[in-house]
């Protein structure tokens, strides 16, 4: 037996080999072989069998003809047990354990679940010594799933993706792959290699891998498990009223109804100030491809539409008068397109905050390479996340600042940015925290009057403001009735504190009786023809 390993049993060792000072034949062909080889040079039969392989199963794959083992290997995808997918195939055959089990260590809780079969509850204690101790060169062999992320956004032929990576493989690092599929529209792609130990290598060792293109390099992740990243948006931008945008756990739900995949591993709203967009992980390809042939779909009788494996940005404290038309131009300049489909790049402006939000897929993903974007020959930086800002109010004399900010529910994440009369402006750099004390929104000073917390606006004071079509004529105005007195029980309502405009009221004035005479005009024609 090797040194450090236990002895194999008299009938493995009467069945499989016939060990010598330095060499050993081989039962099959009787080749003889030297000690350091693990498989005969001639037949390619293992030095030692798998212990849990019965006679009968061994005499199975031997019996296996040429075509079922091509068609086992030319196989793009995994086999699949009850929605999941084996990694480990064959061992899941000669053991008769159970369907794959998402295991979250722990000691590891904030990492992504890994797909790998649950050994441990599926196979008798002995089995599994075995397999650890003896059989490490069997389980070895057993062909495993490589997970591509981050393709390059530059190249959309997917064949041209495959050999690249095929390619550079083989010259690096002398890794030959079984087959490999990207999807160029999703970011990822898969790959199979011929055992566990090459798929080991590339997700634990080598784990990037830098290619070569004519424009620079760019850097590939290998990775164990998949995890694409995609955007549900909401269409709100024909909804006169306040909208009940559907929870998170409603979004996950109806995903999973309309794909018929596993569940993802993670959805929530991006930001409350977008709270119509959502992000959602995917772990299966059968979802993603669903989705892409689907995209869009209805959820509480909204519109709701699918940006597969996209990148999400933003741009913060926007000029006032930006609108999302010059936010278009100035991002298709960058990426040199002159048009980008709507389906491939999503624009959301909070006109409040004077915040954007980008969402970027398919010919749209070359964004993702750039920093900046031109506008009015201004550079605007974009961020991969939102400041989160938080306004505090009304602070008073008896207020301290340090007890505020070291208060429990900030738990050392605020930091103040700026102090205005009674407004106190924080930065907090934990978006749990921040999100939790919006919906809070009260802060209990211990033994002193209570602070409103709410998010907080570049232009929150509103005597800095005038009553303008983006405050109130064309964004805020059309969501109220046409009566006055609703507005005179909330003399705290932002319209009372506005600055008053002349010249911008008598234009709105001049527009509305336009548009009235219009529709008499129209309505009046359309009496006369009936």
């Not at 790959?191 to 830098?210: F, G, S």
Request: proline content about 4%.
């Amino acid at each position: 037996a090797r040194s450090g390993t236990p002895a194999a049993s008299p009938a493995r060792n009467e069945h499989r080999t016939e060990k010598k000072e330095d060499t050993w034949k081989c039962d099959e062909c009787s080749a003889t072989n030297l000690t350091s080889a693990k498989r005969c040079s001639c037949c390619g039969e293992p030095r030692f069998a798998a212990f849990s392989a019965s006679t009968a199963q061994i005499q199975r794959q031997e019996v296996l003809t040429t075509a079922d083992y091509n068609q086992n290997v030319s196989s793009m995808r995994p086999s699949r047990v009850d929605g999941y997918q084996s990694l480990y195939p064959r061992i899941h055959e000669s053991t008769k354990s159970k369907p794959l089990t998402l295991v979250n260590s722990s000691s590891t809780a904030n990492k992504p679940y890994s797909l790998r079969p649950n050994t441990k509850q599926t196979m008798p204690q002995t089995h599994i010594e075995n397999i650890e101790e003896h059989d490490e060169d069997h389980i070895s062999e057993q062909e495993a799933t490589v997970y591509i992320a981050d393709l390059l956004p530059s190249i959309q032929d997917d064949s041209q993706l495959h050999r690249l990576i095929e390619s550079r493989l083989e010259k690096v690092f002398q890794i030959k792959l079984i087959s490999i599929q990207c999807y160029s529209k999703l970011g990822a792609g898969l790959m199979r290699v011929r055992n566990t130990q090459i798929k080991n290598r590339l997700v634990e060792d080598i784990k990037v891998m830098l290619l070569d293109l004519p424009e620079g390099t760019h850097c590939i992740s290998f990775s164990e498990i998949l995890e694409v990243v995609s955007y549900i948006v909401i269409d709100t931008t024909k909804e006169k009223n306040d909208v009940n945008l559907p929870t998170a756990q409603e979004i996950r739900k109806r995903w999973i109804e309309l794909y018929r995949g596993d569940e993802p591993l993670s959805c929530d709203q991006i930001s409350v100030q977008f709270p119509n967009i959502y992000r959602i992980v995917s772990t299966s390809f059968d979802d993603l491809l669903a989705a892409m042939s689907t995209p869009d779909f209805l959820i509480s009788k909204l519109l709701a539409h699918v940006y597969i494996g996209a990148d999400c940005s933003y741009f913060e404290d926007l000029p006032k008068s930006t609108t999302k038309e010059e936010l278009e131009t100035a991002i298709s300049n960058s990426i040199r397109m002159k048009t980008v489909s709507s389906l491939s790049l999503h624009i959301e402006l909070n006109k409040q905050t004077n915040n954007a939000c980008i969402i970027a897929t398919d010919e749209a993903r070359l964004w993702t390479t750039k920093s900046f974007v031109y506008i009015n020959d201004r550079p605007i930086s974009k961020k991969a996340s939102l400041t989160c800002r938080l306004l505090v109010h009304p602070v008073l004399g008896i207020h301290n600042d340090d007890e505020i900010i070291n208060h429990t529910i900030f738990d050392g994440k605020a930091s103040i940015i700026e102090r205005s009369n009674e407004n106190l402006v924080l930065e907090i750099t934990d978006k749990k925290i921040y999100d939790n004390c919006l919906s809070v929104g009260v802060l209990s000073p211990k033994g002193k009057p209570r602070l409103k917390m709410e998010i907080y606006m570049a232009f929150t004071n509103p005597e800095n403001r005038e009553i303008d079509t983006e405050t109130w004529y064309h964004v805020e105005m059309v969501r109220y009735k046409q009566d006055i007195m609703q507005f005179t029980a909330d003399i705290d309502h932002p319209i009372f504190h506005y600055r008053w405009n002349a010249a911008i009221w008598l234009q709105e004035f001049q527009n509305a009786q336009s548009k009235n005479r219009s529709t008499k005009a129209n309505a009046k024609a359309q009496s006369s023809l009936s």
